[in-house]
């Protein structure tokens, strides 16, 4: 087992109510490492089919997405994790601040940064014809706004150890018939690049992990027969697989390694 030098680390992830999603997945191996969490999620709420969140697809991961933290927290308590739970909303900078303020009363310290949170339209209206102002609005609002307080709050009250991890998207750069979402994460893409240069002098890295496509709950049987031909690895993401690269982004190991942009994807969207 590699020794990534969590143990007592504080870490807060965005995005975390989801049990299969990336960043309750990244929560657990967090914990597996003894480092210390806060997690942070809101509830998404849009229309679901109760008999079909059984299993993958649109209406579990729907579900998944409106409700609270509690099955990452039932885990994270099997697991003995030392953590916090805050429903709150990251595009709102009041909201930032006391999520902040909040996990530094806790904790003392904030070690390491993951944004997770995102948002998406999904019911077709984020197309250059359909597209419209609230779409763009509400995709930046969290995707970029919040992601940026997040990432100010981190750098001001930064300690002796900063990792930031930015989560974007593979298809970042060409994402026809999401533009606006894909704008969003190619934004957080050169973000990424822009902020590490100013924040290298305190010794923090910025890094982005950008997932091909990942079984969050999200692929049904039908899509994953579509998508899986244009992985060259021949299968699906598993959270697993982004938590792996981003607990060894938040580690003593990548002291020198800050700007980049990695993509967990299979050759997918290469």
């Given amino acids: 087992m590699v020794d990534y030098g969590l143990e007592n680390k504080v870490a807060l992830i965005t995005g975390t109510n989801n049990p299969q999603g990336i960043g309750a997945t ?9 480092a210390k969490l806060v997690l942070v999620y ?5 229309p679901y089919d109760k008999n079909k969140t059984d299993r993958n697809g649109p209406d579990r991961y729907y579900q998944a997405n409106a409700g609270s933290a509690d099955l990452v927290e039932k885990k994270l308590k099997e697991m003995n994790a030392d953590y916090m739970i805050l429903e709150s909303d990251i595009s709102n900078e009041e909201a930032v601040k006391k999520i902040y303020s909040t996990a530094l ?4 310290r904030i070690d390491i940064l993951v944004n997770n949170a995102a948002v998406d339209d999904e019911n077709g209206f984020d197309t250059i ?19 940026i307080l997040m990432i100010r709050e981190m750098v001001k009250h930064r300690g002796d150890y900063g990792r930031i991890v930015n989560i974007s998207t593979d298809a970042s750069q060409i994402f026809a018939g999401q533009i606006t979402y ?9 973000l990424t690049r822009s902020i590490a240069l100013e924040v290298a002098k305190y010794g923090i890295t910025v890094n982005c992990v ?4 990942t079984q969050t709950g999200w692929i049904d049987a039908d899509l994953e027969k579509t998508v899986i031909p244009l992985i060259p690895m021949g299968e699906l993401i598993q959270p697993e697989d982004i938590a792996e690269t981003i607990l060894f982004l938040a580690s003593e190991q990548s002291r020198m390694l800050t700007g980049q942009v990695i993509k967990v994807s299979g050759g997918h969207a290469l």
């Avoid at 990244?26 to 003894?34: H, I, L, M, S, Y």
């Avoid at 009363?105 to 003392?108: A, F, M, S, T």
């Avoid at 609230?134 to 992601?147: E, L, M």
């Avoid at 950008?210 to 496509?213: E, L």
Wanted: glycine letters at 10%.
């Fill in 105 to 108: 009363e806790q904790y003392g």
């Fill in 26 to 34: 990244t929560a657990f191996a967090f914990a597996r490492e003894g």
């Fill in 42 to 46: 809101k509830k998404v709420h849009r």
């Fill in 182 to 190: 894909g704008a969003s994460k190619a934004t957080m893409e050169a």
């Fill in 129 to 147: 014809e359909r597209i419209t102002a609230k779409v763009i609005d509400d995709t930046f609002a969290v995707n970029v706004r919040g992601s």
């Fill in 210 to 213: 950008a997932p091909g496509p």
